[in-house]
Every structure is written in C-alpha cells, then in structure tokens.
Nanobody, 125 residues
Framework: VQLQASGGGLVQAGGYLRLSCAAS????????MGWFRQAPGKEREFVAA????????YYADSVKGRFTISRDNAKNTVYLQMNSLKPEDTAVYYC???????????????????WGQGTQVTVSS
C-alpha cells in the first residue's frame, strides 16, 4: 500500500483545512487508517483513526470535537476535516494504514505498517 497525503497549508487560528490521503491498491477497504502528527522537537502523536468497520472512529482528546476522520472506500481515500484550528495544531501530519483494528491498537504508531510522506499544517495566531 502506498499513501499520498495532501491538503496541508497555512491557515489562521479558528480556520479549517481538510487533509486527504490517497491509497494505492485494491485492499484499501480492509485497512484501518490513521492520522498522526509531529511538531518540531516533539514525538509523533496520534490524532485520529478510522476502522475498516463502519462507524468506528477514534480521536485524541486534544482534537475531539474539532477534527473528523472519514473514508471513501470507492476512492481509496481517507480524510481529516480540521475545524477551529489552533496554533498548537501546527505539525507535519502523516496518514498511515494498519491491518490490525481496535481503538487500543490504532492509537499506537507501531500498529501501522504503511505511512505517507506527510503534509505540513501551519496555524498562525
């Protein structure tokens, strides 16, 4: 599976962005998908994940209520809608794919087999 993230950019605090992650391969629907982010000088952290099972999504507390993860299996794409952005959301955002499922696994970066190249999100104050 190859992943290509896009949609990052510069936005003012309170604004919004939608990230996309396009996946190659015919088995996209069988993978759980996640978004992680890494700010300068910090470790990579979990943002959101979506199971291959309909309706199962998971969020970091820091983004809950502001970010929404979704997927379109017909387009082999996962999205991250980010609203009410804050300067502390500034980071490189990575999408990832995992064969394992369940919230306890999907919040851990080590559960993911495939990673995209990252897209920069910068939120100005």
């Amino acid at each position: 599976v190859q992943l290509q993230a896009s949609g990052g950019g510069l936005v003012q605090a309170g604004g919004y962005l939608r990230l996309s992650c396009a996946a190659s391969g015919r088995t996209f629907s069988s993978y759980a998908m996640g978004w992680f982010r890494q700010a300068p000088g910090k470790e990579r952290e979990f943002v959101a994940a979506i199971s291959w099972r309909p309706g199962s999504t998971y969020y970091a507390d820091s983004v809950k209520g502001r970010f929404t993860i979704s997927r379109d299996n017909a387009k082999n794409t996962v999205y991250l809608q980010m609203n009410s952005l804050k300067p502390e959301d500034t980071a490189v955002y990575y999408c990832a794919a995992s064969r394992v499922d369940g919230g306890g696994f999907l919040v851990v970066a080590g559960s993911y087999e495939y990673w995209g190249q990252g897209t920069q999100v910068t939120v100005s104050s």
